[in-house]
């Protein structure tokens, strides 16, 4: 069954710190997606990047970086130089090929940026 | 396009009362989502629609809950009999087709609170 672990529930940074979220999958097949969602507290929950299995290559978006490594069943998210807009929730979540379109969420990284 | 619209953003109700959220999803959007999310955890993944169909259901929807998409456009979510348990953040969300796998597009949600 698929699982997504986001092992640090809640981090907190200085403004203009490097930070990075950190998550885990478990799954049996072959093909799979992995996706980040922001979730500030208005309660939406915003998409921010959608990596397919077959595909390793890292990405970076501005602030925003991921690293995506099937070894170690890792898709971690970087921010570099945070800013207090950065506050929110991150979820990590997995779609699996044979699941259908259910996204299965971890339980998310509280990351406050303190000016 | 002005996004996911979902309706009301929070409801009171007395336990045992009847409570029907609406999601209005993202025009042209075909795959339509709902998903609960308490305090502190991630989205779980109740049921999908494409069009008007409704493909998939999770065991987390149990025989009080009942979502239709009469028309394959809006959809909504209802619960009879609410129970304490069921105080949470329905979240919906909606897909294009254009796309193979592409991400799904968050509302606000409706904020449930049951007394």
């Known amino acids: 069954a698929q699982k997504v672990t986001q092992a640090q529930t809640e981090i907190s940074v200085v403004e203009k710190e490097d930070v990075t979220l950190d998550c885990v999958y478990e799954?049996?097949?072959?093909?799979?997606?992995l996706f980040w969602y922001k979730q500030p507290p208005s309660g939406e929950l915003v998409f921010l990047i959608r990596?397919?299995?077959?595909?390793?290559q890292n990405e970076i978006s501005g602030r925003y970086s991921w690293n995506f490594q099937k070894s170690t069943s890792s898709f971690n998210f970087t921010i570099t130089a945070s800013q207090v807009v950065d506050s929110a929730v991150y979820f990590c979540?997995?779609?699996?090929?044979?699941?259908?379109?259910?996204?299965?969420f971890g339980e998310g990284t509280q990351l406050t940026v303190n000016p | 396009d002005t996004g996911v619209s979902q309706d009301p953003r929070h409801k009171i109700t007395k336990r045992g009362q009847n409570v029907t959220f609406r999601c209005d999803p993202i025009?042209?959007?075909?795959?339509l989502y709902w998903y609960r999310q308490t305090l502190g955890q991630g989205p779980e993944f109740l049921t999908y629609f494409q069009n008007e169909a409704q493909l998939e259901k999770s065991r987390l929807l149990s025989d009080r809950f009942s979502a239709e998409r009469p028309k394959g456009s809006f959809s909504t979510l209802e619960i009879q009999r609410t129970e304490q348990g069921d105080s949470a953040m329905y979240l919906c969300?909606?897909?294009?087709?254009?796309?193979?796998?592409?991400?799904?597009?968050f509302g606000q949600g409706t904020r449930l609170t049951v007394v």
């Open positions: 979540a997995l779609r699996e090929e044979t699941s259908g379109s259910r996204l299965t």
């Open positions: 969300a909606s897909s294009s087709p254009s796309t193979l796998n592409t991400e799904a597009f």
């Open positions: 799954t049996r097949d072959t093909t799979y997606y």
């Open positions: 025009s042209e959007h075909n795959r």
């Open positions: 990596r397919n299995s077959f595909d390793e």
